[in-house]
């Protein structure tokens, strides 16, 4: 159990319960995880954000943790569940920080309820139908048995130059040279090195996370329309290159398609480039002043 998950709490709202904890002062964004994911992922997503400035709303969404699936299997109803959430914590407005399969949500919860988003920060997000053609037999195994799990964490604790090699080559599509340059950067740099063998443990489908993502992989089949088109919130996209595990073009869909959306994108940078690029840095810095920008 990690920090965060030892001091969330249940908020009992209208749509059921969901797992919260809120971290810092100042500007409220709510952070939404991936898939798989759980408030330990929404934890590691946050911690750039200065806990001075901003109240990092983390949650685990349905199907993750402690928050149950119950009967909340679309993505509107878990949009209408992240707006009453703000609503029991006495939130008019918040930014959105969303990522990956978190997108869905995100999008959703700016649609069906514009008056409670400030901004919306969209990092390698589901916008369209996605299906997980990109995740191997091998990965699947080593993420979904208990005997896999064990070796991954064997190999985070006792080779980490070789797990944090892993990472980065299975979520990005990187030439030799150019995987051999950022394994090394972000071995030598100790917040990304963390990040990466941090967020490990996040990403496994042990049972407490497991209905949380297949059911997310059979609504994000189904996806007809988000509606982005409908979205007024003011709106960051930031998208990683060569991204294998969300094709850019997703990103690339919600930025021509969102009115007046900016669109960041990462050269050379995998489905953790906001946390792993060689510019990863001044890429959190520009989602910082864009965040404090629209805040009101």
Do not use: C
Request: glycine fraction near 8%; avoid cysteine.
């Amino acid at each position: 159990m990690s920090s965060i998950e030892s001091t969330t709490t249940i908020a009992r709202t209208p749509r059921g319960p969901i797992e919260y904890a809120v971290v810092g002062e100042g500007i409220p964004v709510l952070v939404i995880h991936g898939s798989p994911g759980g408030i330990d992922a929404a934890e590691l997503m946050a911690r750039f954000l200065p806990k001075t400035q901003f109240k990092a709303i983390l949650v685990s969404r349905p199907g993750y943790l402690r928050t149950p699936l119950d009967d909340r299997l679309t993505i509107d109803q878990q949009a209408d569940l992240l707006a009453a959430l703000l609503d029991e914590l006495g939130i008019a407005r918040a930014a959105v920080y969303t990522w990956s399969g978190g997108g869905p949500a995100g999008y959703r919860l700016a649609v069906r309820h514009p008056g409670k988003v400030m901004s919306l920060v969209a990092f390698a997000a589901v916008s369209q139908a996605y299906r997980d053609t990109h995740t191997s037999a091998a990965e699947r195994l080593m993420f979904t048995t208990s005997a896999g799990r064990w070796l991954m964490r064997v190999l985070a604790a006792h080779q980490p130059k070789q797990y944090i090699a892993g990472a980065l080559s299975s979520e990005g599509d990187l030439s030799k040279e150019q995987l051999a340059a950022q394994v090394a950067a972000v071995f030598a740099d100790d917040t990304k090195r963390q990040f990466v063998l941090d967020l490990g443990p996040t990403a496994e489908q042990g049972k407490d996370r497991r209905g949380g993502f297949d059911n997310d992989l059979a609504q994000f089949g189904r996806i007809e329309s988000l509606e982005l088109e409908q979205i007024a919130a003011p709106t960051l996209i930031v998208q990683g290159t060569v991204d294998t595990d969300l094709p850019p073009g997703q990103s690339y869909f919600a930025a021509e398609t969102i009115p007046g959306a900016a669109l960041l994108k990462l050269e050379e940078g995998t489905h953790l480039a906001l946390y792993t690029n060689a510019d990863a840095a001044a890429a959190q810095q520009r989602v910082i002043a864009f965040l404090q920008e629209h805040a009101s």
